[in-house]
Structure formats: structure tokens, C-alpha cells
């Protein structure tokens, strides 16, 4: 949860946080509609919004609590490129990410920042209606809100302007808090507010249709996830977050259906079955005790409730025993799904999780091994992989691991993260330190980052060799271009 003495101080150094889609301008979208021009790059460019983007998410790192499991990680990312790859605007860089918080809610930020809450996740039923939130957030970047947003309150001080979309981002995790805030700039955000909270929705729910429809998945998803939210607050005292923040009004809904059966026959369309095992994997994570998710899961298979899901429920329940640690039971349904479907990456996965648990690394290693002839490529597999074979002090195979990973991912914080301890454990003092620095760097700590391989630069025990202190130099020279561009737009000092 993010408190309002943690935000307040960061509004100016990282101007425009969040933009919560309710302020959103109108945005002409590009997805079968006429070009009528756009503005907004006079505003604000698109380099100033991925790097406003970046400073964001940097502090969303340290203030949030962001899933750093590989597998849901990667998941949420597939869900997300998969939409992005019917857009119109090819030129747009994402990143999708999940924040452990059981509200309903999701968000879009400059850059191509879409984050969505594992709540949103288990309260959807089908891929197609997850696929639906992540496609409306992912419009609202395609067309440019924010800087739209920008352009229509320019005359605003920038401060106030900061000041707002700080007190929308405080009403989105703690809206008792929000509202107080807001207070301070109440005048400015009404009017603001009038301005952006209408025909915007609908456009981003008309331009996230035709990605979900595009995607090949059933464009009746949005809809009908909002149709849902709208029925839930009849029974609860307050809506979800994801309404205060989209607000849905019946013509909406109508109107989104009314597209949805106008537009091009949709007989089939396709949804992964790996989305009941993430969305299962969460729902027993949100249990306050291990022994409810067991209850829950042992009722359900017994009662024969989902008898086409059996699978589904008995993985949870294996998972559920596993976070119990009655490590047998979970095994032994584990090893039951396996003999059916043997080649099913979330069973092996936990599989071998449970053999970490053990202490049992050389049988976790075993599996991955296997499963490394398979799915070579796996992001999951791979990080999992060196993250046990670091736990098992085989820090030069972990190396050797994360090398496989450098050729077919763009390394990120995880992969930096596990890199610095693998060659710290292997006493290689300065790979460690050039990883790590990467670390600070991708956190939004430039300065950090520069200090800390200028001071490997300074070492005398141990001395970068020749090559190691060229790269170092070169890195420095680059990092301190990006603290220039950082300062230059007041993102940093």
C-alpha cells in the first residue's frame, strides 16, 4: 500500500506518476478510423513519455509489492504482447507487470507502463475477459491519453498538475487517503475530471474490442467483465477500484455489446489453458492461511463441482498442501497430473519448487534439466533454473544458465539480479559489481549505478583487467549521458 507521506515527495521528481484512464482526453483512434492529425507530440514527445514511464515504474519497484514470479511475469507479458501485436502503432514499447493486491483494478502510465492487480485476475472467469482489461489499458496508451491529457490542462501550473494525478494515484491504492488528498486540489480536479471521464472510456473499450477480436480472442471479454463489476457493486458497499477509476454507465455497456454483435462473426477463437492455472496459482497465494486454500480446493474436488476442471482444482490443492508444507500430498498430486499431461510446463515447474523446498536441489535440477529440452527458451524455466543452481552453491552453472538467457531475452532486473549473485558467489568481485550496477540502473538509480563501477575503476584488489575496465568506461559514458537526459527533464536531480 502506498502511503501518502511516500508519494507526496515524489510528485515533482517524477511529474505525471500514473494517469488513472478517468482522466484520459479524447484520443481519435487509429484502429479503422480516418487520421485527423494529432498534436500531442508538441507536448509531450515520445521519448520524454518512456523515460516518464520508466521513472514511474522505478518507483512502483520500491513502493508496491510487483510479483517477481517468472511465471506469472511471463504470462501476463504474453497476454500483453499478443494484444499488442495487432496494433496500429507497431512503434509503441510496453511493459506489463502485476501487483500483488487483491483489488479489482488495473492502470496505464507513459511509456507503455500497463500494470493490472492479481485481484482483476481472480475475480475474471475467462482469458478473454482478463484479455479485455489489458486491451482497453493498452488502448489508452496507443492513442496517446496522457499527452492528450496534457495538452487540454496545459494552462494548469505544473505542479498542480502533479499534484492531481499524485491524489488520483493515492485514491488508488487507499481511497480514504485519496480522498483527502484531493481535497488540497479539489477545485482543478473536478473540472479536469468532467473533462476526460466521458467518450474516452468508450473509445478505449471500441479500439481494446478490435485488439481482443484481432488477437483471436472473444471480443464479448470486455464487456462482459464490466458487466460483471456493475452487478457486484449492487451487493458490495463500495466499488471496486476499477470503477472509481473507469467509471461504466448501462449505455456503455449496451453500446460496447451492440459493437461486439455488429462487428465480423467471431464463431472460434482461442484461450490458453494457461490462464486457469496462473489465476489458480493466485487464488491460493490470497488465502490469509494455507489450510483455507486446502479446505476450499478438497470440498470442491469432493462435491464433484467442476468435474471439467478437476485438473485445475487438484493442481491448486497441490499447490495449497505445498504452501502448507505437507510436501507428500503435494507431490503425490503433482506426480498425478504429470503422469497425464507430462509435458505441462506449471506442473513441472512446481514440481521442481517442491523439490527446492526439500532441499532436494539435485531432483529439482533433474527436472529442469528435462525440461530445458523442451522449452530451452522459456523465460520461467530459465530464471528458475539459476535461481536454484545459486541456492545449490553451482554458481558457475547458474552463470552458464543466465548466458542462455542473454541470448534469448532482454536482460532485466531479475536476470541482473541473480547474474550478481551467481558471480559473487563464484568470487568474481567485479562481474558482480558491473551486475549489480545494472540493477541500480533499471531502479532508477543512475547515480548510483556510475558511483558504483567508477569505484571499480579505483579498485586494487581485485584490478579490472584490460577488457573488463574498457567495458566499465564504456557503460560509465552511458550512463552518465542517461543521468544528463534524466536531470535535463527534471526527473532526477
Known sequence: MIQIKRVKGLLWKIFFLILIPSLYASAVTTLDLPNIGDSTGNILSPEF?????????????????????????TYIQSIGYRLVAQSDNSSQLFTFFAINDTAINAFAAPGGIVGINTGTIMNSETESELAGVIAHEIAHVTQRHMARSVEMSQRMSIPMMAAMLGAI???????DAGVAAMSAVQGAVAQTQINFTRGNEEEADRVGMQLLQRADFNP????????KLQK???YAAQAPEFLRTHPLTTNRIADSLARVDASVSFDSYHESNTYKLIRTKLIVRSFDEPKLAIDHYSTALKN?????????FKYGLALAHQENRNYDMAAKLLDELLAKDKNNTSYMLARADLEVQRGNYDSAIAIYERMDKFFPDYRPLILSYANTLIIAKRPNDAIEVLEDYDRYHTPDITYYTYLAQAQAQSGNIIESSVANAEVYFLTGETRVAIQLLQDLIRRRNPVPDYYQEEKILSRISQLEIELRIEQNMKLTR
Open 169 to 175: 494515484l493515492i485514491a488508488t491504492q487507499n481511497s
Open 232 to 234: 457486484y457493486t449492487r
Open 49 to 73: 513519455e518512456r523515460r516518464l514511464g520508466q521513472a514511474f515504474l522505478n518507483q512502483i519497484r520500491r513502493q508496491t509489492d510487483i510479483i517477481d514470479d517468472p511465471e506469472v511475469e
Open 304 to 312: 464433484g463441482e467442476y468435474s471439467d476442471d478437476a485438473h485445475i
Open 220 to 227: 464479448r471479454g470486455m464487456p462482459a467483465f464490466f458487466e
